[in-house]
């Protein structure tokens, strides 16, 4: 069974920084593309940023030189490392494994907000 345990959100004032971390289990961590993702009130979900089994990574445009998404194979976690905070950045986030079936946490809030 995967399982997704997302944390780190939080309120922060804009151009502050926040940390996300998702610890995964049920799956071979290191194989399997990791993604986080986010869905603000009124909006579709969108792609924040994703990453490879080998570290291979892409982001959302919004998020281009203000986020990081890194993972450590042997803790099983993917982190999303995010600077320059901006209110429309508010939403939930939630991590996704893409293998070996689609499979979501419950997500964590962020809030921008001075």
Do not use: H
Not at 12 to 30: D, E, H, K, N
Not at 59 to 79: A, E, P, Q
Request: glycine content about 14%; aromatic content about 10%.
């Amino acid at each position: 069974q995967v399982q997704l345990v997302e944390s780190g959100g939080g309120l922060v004032q804009p151009g502050g920084s926040l940390r996300l971390s998702c610890a995964a289990s049920g799956i071979i961590f290191r194989l399997t593309k990791m993604g986080w993702y986010r869905q603000a009130p009124g909006k579709q979900r969108e792609l924040v940023a994703d990453i490879t089994g080998g570290y291979g990574t892409n982001y959302g445009d919004s998020v281009k030189g203000r986020f990081i998404i890194s993972r450590d194979n042997f803790k099983s976690t993917v982190n999303l490392q995010m600077n320059s905070l901006q209110p429309e950045d508010t939403a939930v986030y939630y991590c996704r494994s893409y293998a070996p079936f689609d499979s979501w946490g419950q997500g964590t809030q962020v809030t921008v907000s001075s």
